[in-house]
């Protein structure tokens, strides 16, 4: 067991990450001249395994810290845990693109791998000395453990991919667990998807999680439910920009009882849409209520054939009979060449579920425009904080568990800094 004291080292994380510094090796190089550093260790110097192997160890324990410390701020009345914002980042990955292998390179290095082991295994050790014969040996051993955990985090990959994506999936063998990602400057880069959750009263930091999609459209439920798991309970009001916002989250948060702040974007009318229409867009169509059938600006008729049912909407498809269209002297302009040769011009009808429409109607008030307009300000500020302040700009551990880790201690120094300047206030 380790001498040094736990308080210790969680003290000199997290001034280092006030102070930028996110790497183990720098920090007890700057112990030796850093007065902060210094005075927190009483003049000695950690060495840097201890530091790098205590910040990914005690993942339970910072969480429980994370928790205890939201409780202060709780009683000091900085949380109110009411509303939060939803939002995150892509932080790079220790991995880069070259360390991405498919199934049939990685099986060729996992042999390789194999063949080195049983050379030392049999090596007799006349031609090296025991020690170096051991490190040898245990570098062999490693990196044959690391291909096969890549070769397990490949079936995972693949399982996932749609059936028809007939790329081969790769994966990383520095660090399995990254995955490409776009970046804010347009790069795409392995890295991880961090996902903080907000309160909206002091813009401090309640939730956080580390992901593995590329994209956020499946992440708000999820972080709702951790919330709930947490705190006992849902909020009562969540702010998300566009790319959490969907039909499917939209229900989601209905189902939960959450009221929902979002932005579909630039998402078109429900009007009647054309599969591969021509001139007469489906704009130019009447629904006839009578028969249920829509009406062409040729008089031409599209009967209704079935129900289309999508999460938060159904889709009534409309179909005309295909000689009809071919007797038309508008058909050039009005159908396309799949529907000139396999059925009739076609027109699709979107109905939304009640989820969706009060949605809709909420947003359109100035109410919740101006609730989501706090959304900015409160959801993105604690990313850019951690990146230009704490220098998490790239993550300097591999896999889910201890990025995690990073991320926590970066969001806690967050929230630890964001109370004392707010206690400053509170205190004059």
């Known amino acids: 067991r380790s001498a040094i004291s736990p308080h210790l080292l969680l003290s000199i994380w997290i001034y280092s990450y006030t102070r930028g510094v996110s790497s183990a090796r720098q920090i007890s190089r700057e112990m030796e001249h850093e007065p902060g550093l210094q005075w927190l260790a009483g003049m000695q110097v950690v060495n840097h395994h201890t530091l790098s192997d205590f910040r990914v160890a005690h993942g339970s324990a910072l969480k429980n810290l994370m928790e205890q410390v939201l409780g202060v701020l709780f009683a000091e009345g900085l949380v109110g845990l009411e509303r939060v914002t939803q939002d995150g980042t892509k932080i790079r990955a220790q991995a880069s693109k070259r360390s991405f292998l498919d199934r049939k390179h990685l099986q060729q290095c996992l042999d390789l ?24 040996n245990r570098l062999q051993r490693e990196r044959e453990a690391k291909l096969r955990f890549a070769l397990q985090a490949l079936s995972i990959i693949e399982q996932a991919k749609k059936e028809n994506e007939t790329k081969p999936a790769h994966v990383s063998i520095s660090d399995p667990d990254a995955r490409f990602m776009r970046q804010g400057d347009g790069a795409i880069a392995p890295s991880y998807n961090v996902q903080f959750t907000t309160d909206t009263a002091q813009g401090l930091v309640v939730g956080v999680a580390v992901s593995q999609a590329s994209n ?89 054939q079935y129900f289309d049912h999508q999460p938060g909407r159904t889709i009534r498809v409309y179909i005309a009979r295909k000689e009809e269209c071919h007797l038309c002297p508008s058909r050039q302009a009005c159908c396309g060449q799949s529907e000139l040769k396999q059925t009739g011009r076609k027109i699709t009808v979107s109905e939304d579920q009640v989820p969706i429409r009060t949605f809709d109607e909420r ?51 967050y929230n630890l800094q964001r109370y004392m300047k707010l206690s400053s206030f509170i205190n004059r």
């Open 113 to 136: 791998a194999k063949c080195h082991v049983a050379e030392v295994d049999a090596d007799n050790g006349d031609q090296l000395v025991q020690r170096q014969e051991a490190a040898r």
């Open 216 to 304: 956020d459209a499946k992440e708000l439920p999820l972080a709702m439910d951790r919330f709930q798991e947490q705190y006992g309970s849902y909020p009562a009001q969540v702010v998300a920009d566009g790319d959490f916002t969907n039909h499917e989250s939209v229900i989601a948060m209905h189902q939960r009882g959450i009221e929902f702040f979002g932005s579909f974007g630039e998402r078109r009318l429900r009007r009647p849409k054309a599969k591969g229409g021509g001139v007469y867009r489906a704009e130019l169509f009447t629904h006839d209520p009578q028969t249920d059938q829509m009406i062409c600006p040729e008089n031409k008729r599209l009967r209704f």
């Open 363 to 413: 947003m359109s008030t100035a109410h919740a425009k101006r609730i989501y307009r706090q959304r900015a300000r409160v959801a993105e500020f604690p990313h850019a904080w951690i990146k230009s302040k704490c220098g998490l700009r790239q993550f300097r551990c591999r896999t889910t568990s201890k990025v995690a880790c990073e991320a926590l201690f970066a969001a806690l120094t």
